[in-house]
């Protein structure tokens, strides 16, 4: 007679899948770590009038302390459907705790974000947004053109 098997509360498995194989009369110790919660966190990077700003891709990482990224969770660089290029990255199952979310990939023209912390409370079910900012970066081509042009001017004009 085959024991009964308790049913499990509905949680959200964080993590990646794992593929297994078990052949019969072998044993496979596995361990399942349930973590009730998991939020959807929309990661949206901004310049500095707060405009959203396309092709950056990040990684969230477990926070270590004192802002500094432990283990990486999960990265994309995927808008949300139907959202293409606006900035809002979109991740799903996020669990309850604290995290860094860390710049892969730049948006052109721009310099690297400063590291962004962020929590997930283990209380409520809506979504989290975490705003990334960032500063035009300095010596830019467009700046780096207009530098080269006004030195062409001066040379010009004597000056």
Do not use: W
């Not at 405009?51 to 990482?61: K, M, R, S």
């Not at 500094?68 to 959202?83: K, L, M, N, Y």
């Not at 052109?108 to 962004?116: C, K, L, R």
């Amino acid at each position: 007679m085959t024991p009964a098997v308790p049913s499990l509360p509905k949680h959200v498995f964080a993590g990646s899948q794992v593929p297994a194989t078990v052949s019969a009369g072998l044993e496979s110790p596995a361990t399942i770590r349930a973590q009730s919660g998991g939020r959807i966190v929309f990661v949206e990077t901004v310049n500095p009038d707060g405009v959203p700003v396309g092709n950056a891709c990040v990684d969230i990482f477990e926070h270590a302390g004192g802002g500094q990224p432990g283990r990486v969770i999960t990265g994309s660089c995927a808008a949300p459907e139907g959202d293409p290029g606006n900035g809002v990255i979109y991740f799903q199952g996020i669990s309850p705790g604290q995290y860094v979310v860390i710049e892969t990939i730049l948006p052109a023209d721009f310099a690297p974000a400063a590291n962004t912390l962020f929590s997930v409370p283990a209380e409520g079910t809506g979504a989290i947004t975490v705003t990334v900012p960032h500063q035009p970066e300095s010596g830019s081509l467009v700046e780096q053109l207009v530098a080269v042009l006004i030195e062409i001017l001066r040379n010009i004009l004597g000056r």
